[in-house]
């Protein structure tokens, strides 16, 4: 009998390299759980940029593209245009879509391609150092803002899925988190919608996942958890944005 610990098949058999606390370890085992329970491991290519996301292909047990920082949509567009029968996502940090890939998802979203994204919001430029990313929060001080983000200086947070959900080509997106059993609970579901709404040909999905980075926080993996709670979901708050299908939009 399966037990609920047991390693996904999608996940290859080596421990994870992350920092405690950080939360791309959860979000790569719900992918995982995901796509074993769809039973599209054979179909399925990931797209992974530059950043800590870069380390996908050491992890997910099926095929994975690393491409140019800010390029996976493009890349996936590419990817579901020859190959239509393959199942593709993207898995960018917020660095990589909501800065330098910015266009690039804009115009994969307008265009409404057949794609499932996971964008995870650690507010952080996690690999490079801990600098202040487009999602840094009011205050939050980071190598760049040692004294907290100026809006009047450095403006405001970028909230990526509002601005993707006015766009007519998307189909679902929704904003999740990994701080706590519940939200993972949640974060799963919403996942699994994104890939079955690619099955079903519906169009442009994104997940975007408030996941910690204790290390670039300066916290403990508690309190960087806490911290998505009190503070990264008020700028960003949880929950259902956009579900085309659904009338909730």
Request: aromatic residues 10%; contains cysteine.
């Amino acid at each position: 009998m399966k037990k609920i610990f047991d390693r996904p098949e999608s996940l290859k058999d080596v421990p994870f390299r992350y920092c405690p606390g950080c939360g791309h370890s959860l979000v790569h085992r719900l992918i995982a759980e995901c796509i074993d329970s769809l039973g599209i491991r054979d179909r399925v290519i990931g797209i992974a940029p530059v950043g800590c996301a870069v380390f996908a292909y050491d992890y997910f047990d099926f095929d994975i593209l690393e491409v140019a920082h800010g390029r996976p949509p493009a890349v996936a567009t590419a990817l579901k245009r020859v190959l239509p029968d393959r199942v593709a996502f993207s898995y960018q940090g917020d660095g990589d879509l909501a800065a330098i890939g910015t266009s690039e998802i804009i115009h994969a979203a307008n265009r409404g391609e057949n794609l499932s994204v996971f964008f995870i919001n650690n507010a952080t430029y996690g690999m490079t150092g801990g600098q202040m990313a487009p999602t840094t929060v009011p205050g939050q001080k980071t190598t760049t803002t040692p004294r907290g983000r100026d809006i009047g200086r450095e403006g405001y947070p970028l909230k990526v899925s509002e601005l993707l959900s006015t766009i007519e080509g998307v189909s679902y997106i929704q904003r999740v988190a990994v701080d706590s059993y519940r939200n993972l609970v949640t974060a799963k579901k919403a996942i699994m919608k994104s890939f079955l709404y690619q099955l079903e040909g519906k169009g442009f999905s994104m997940v975007e996942i408030l996941s910690p980075c204790p290390t670039d926080w300066g916290m403990s993996p508690g309190a960087a958890a806490e911290w998505i709670r009190s503070t990264l979901s008020r700028t960003f708050p949880l929950g259902l944005i956009k579900d085309r299908y659904q009338g909730n939009d």
